[in-house]
């Protein structure tokens, strides 16, 4: 059992570490935390622009190679969580163009209406975009044969989308920044207790000092 100078010196031997220091030092690991996991969200979002950028100018390769770099990166760092996904809108616009022209044919009695819609939608515009596809859909939509050409297309979306997963803790410098704040509010807690215990020995079981 603890006699009573042992309690005291316990006490003075806490005391000399104050509290507010401790925090003054937490608050300054999370905002050092809090900036690590920005830079990781920053990351993340400029390797997705990388992959929109390439899908727009339409090499394949490259594209194939932006996504590896996103995904090897939210993989790797937390805080990389990308929601709903990157969707490819520019490559699945090519490729269902691509279709239709594989589809498309000169037997009917309205010729190449696929060539037709080109020779309207393609000096609207500069690239492969939603508009430029619905302007197709829209024109072909005039002709008879368009909705079994139409309907001879079979091009899923969701096969365009990647979606990749961000751990919850990763051993960069986020992650250990918050192991840091962590270990700083396990000893703010486990302080607090220590006297507080202390204090209760001092008042109920020496009650003569």
């Known amino acids: 059992?603890?006699?009573?100078?042992?309690?005291?010196?316990?006490?003075?031997?806490?005391?000399r570490a104050r509290t507010w220091h401790l925090v003054i030092l937490l608050i300054l690991?999370?905002?050092v935390s809090a900036t690590f996991l920005r830079l990781?969200?920053?990351?993340?979002?400029?390797?997705?622009?990388?992959?929109?950028?390439?899908?727009?100018?339409g090499n394949n390769e490259t594209t194939q190679n932006r996504l590896y770099d996103l995904q090897r990166y939210v993989s790797a760092h937390m805080n990389t969580d990308m929601g709903k996904g990157i969707y490819l809108e520019s490559a699945y616009n090519r490729d269902y163009n691509a279709l239709l022209v594989k589809a498309s044919n000169d037997s009917n009695s309205n010729g190449n209406i696929y060539k037709k819609a080109q020779d309207v939608c393609a000096p609207q515009f500069d690239f492969y975009s939603s508009a430029y596809l619905q302007c197709t859909?829209?024109?072909?939509?005039?002709?008879?044969?368009?909705a079994s050409l139409i309907n001879s297309v079979n091009l899923s979306p969701s096969a365009y989308l990647h979606v990749f997963s961000s751990p919850l803790w990763s051993s960069d410098f986020a992650g250990w920044s918050l192991v840091?704040?962590?270990?700083?509010?396990?000893?703010?807690?486990?302080?607090?207790?220590?006297?507080?215990?202390?204090?209760?020995?001092l008042r109920y079981q020496y009650k003569s000092i």
Request: aromatic share 4%; net charge positive; charged share 20%.
């Open 29 to 31: 690991m999370s905002f």
């Open 180 to 201: 840091v704040c962590v270990v700083i509010l396990i000893m703010i807690i486990a302080r607090l207790t220590s006297v507080g215990i202390l204090e209760l020995l």
């Open 1 to 15: 059992m603890f006699d009573k100078k042992q309690v005291r010196r316990n006490i003075k031997r806490l005391q």
């Open 40 to 57: 990781n969200n920053i990351g993340m979002i400029e390797r997705r622009a990388a992959v929109l950028t390439a899908d727009g100018v």
């Open 137 to 146: 859909l829209n024109e072909l939509a005039k002709y008879p044969a368009s």
